[in-house]
């Protein structure tokens, strides 16, 4: 079973930009979509972008569209998220996971494996 671990969260001024990482172990991210999802404190968890396999299709939240791009590496098996003008609204927990679909999906429920999250907060 993969092991999909975040990195690259922390603390920013809005306007700034981040750029988060997942990165697999245990198994390929090979013919498997790629999301991100996030969960801000209080609220539901929340689609932010999906990465078809091999990448030729990306999908944005209305939210995220324009600001964020996802991409991956399918040599080194990672996905990133790179977030750019963040916003306070942008503070959440992010989490990577990992579909058995090979085309982009929304739904959390399509995704079956799931990292550890992490934090982004944006303020000033």
């Known amino acids: 079973q993969v092991q999909l671990v975040e990195s690259g969260g922390g603390l920013v001024q809005p306007g700034d930009s981040l750029t988060l990482s997942c990165a697999a172990s245990?198994?390929?991210?090979?013919?498997?979509?790629m999301g991100w999802f996030r969960q801000a404190s209080g609220k539901e968890r929340e689609f932010v972008a999906s990465?078809?396999?091999?990448?030729?299709?990306?999908y944005y939240s209305r939210t995220v569209k324009g600001r964020f791009t996802i991409s991956r590496d399918n040599i080194k098996h990672t996905v990133s998220l790179q977030m750019n003008d963040l916003r306070p609204e942008d503070t959440a927990v992010y989490y990577c996971?990992?579909?058995?679909?090979?085309?982009?999906?929304?739904?959390?429920?399509?995704?079956?494996?799931w990292g550890q999250g992490a934090q982004v907060t944006v303020r000033t």
């Open positions: 996971a990992k579909s058995s679909y090979t085309v982009v999906r929304e739904a959390s429920s399509d995704y079956h494996d």
């Open positions: 990465i078809s396999w091999p990448g030729r299709n990306t």
């Open positions: 245990g198994s390929t991210l090979s013919y498997s979509t």
